[in-house]
């Protein structure tokens, strides 16, 4: 078994992004390099890098997320970015959806230690849940999957008129033109990349965002929706 290398300190950075939850921050970091090490969450290799390439990289995210609104992380795997994001804002109400139940149990360890109590954690794949979970302002997502396939699991889980936030890296730009067909027909109707986190980190984080208009998911999604939503209010009725 690999040992994990040593978490190095917090970025000066990370105290000014983090706030009053940097201490909290710290703790999230050695549990990934800890636990999520042990656990297969992350590579042992990602550990001396664990600040500028995922918590901050994902914490300034918040720059572009709305205030106020609801938020799914899809395949949130470790929390990344719905922990970072969850602890820069606490105006947000956070799901973090994953299908693993490893993850879920990690993630429910994390959110209780934190005391994060605008986090949810929810197991279960985003095509299983619509209907289940509450339709949400943003959808976030990081390392999940190319562009097109990530927007067949996130949009349809979008309320109408809502947006998609994508951490990518250098491939952005060609995702997003590659899959600009497969995004008209899920109801996208802008789409924008984004450079955030100037002066926390180098290079900044690249953020693909899809926003839809009032059939996310597109005419395909809409029998679905609608019969999820019938089934959700027979449920409730009994």
Known sequence: MTEAAELPPAPEQAREVFGDRFADAVRYAELLAEAGVQRGLIGPREVPRLWERHLLNCAVLSEVVPEGVTVCDVGSGAG????????????????LLEPLLRRTNFLTEVVELLGLDHVTVV???????????????????????????????????????????ALKGDTAEEELKSA????????????????????VVDPMSTVVRVEVGESPGGVRFAAKRAKAARTGRARRRR
């Not at 279960?124 to 990081?142: D, F, L, N, S, Y």
């Not at 600009?180 to 002066?199: N, Q, Y």
């Open 80 to 95: 990344l970015p719905g922990i970072p994001l969850a602890l820069v804002r606490e105006d947000l109400k956070i799901t």
């Open 123 to 165: 197991r279960g794949r985003a095509e299983e849940v619509m209907g289940k979970i509450q339709p949400v302002h943003v959808v976030t997502a990081r390392a999940v999957a190319p562009l097109d396939r990530l927007a067949t699991w996130g949009i349809p889980l979008l309320r109408p008129y809502g947006e998609m936030l």
């Open 180 to 199: 600009s067909a497969a995004l008209s027909k899920l109801g996208a109707v802008e789409t924008s990349i984004l450079h955030v986190g100037e002066g």
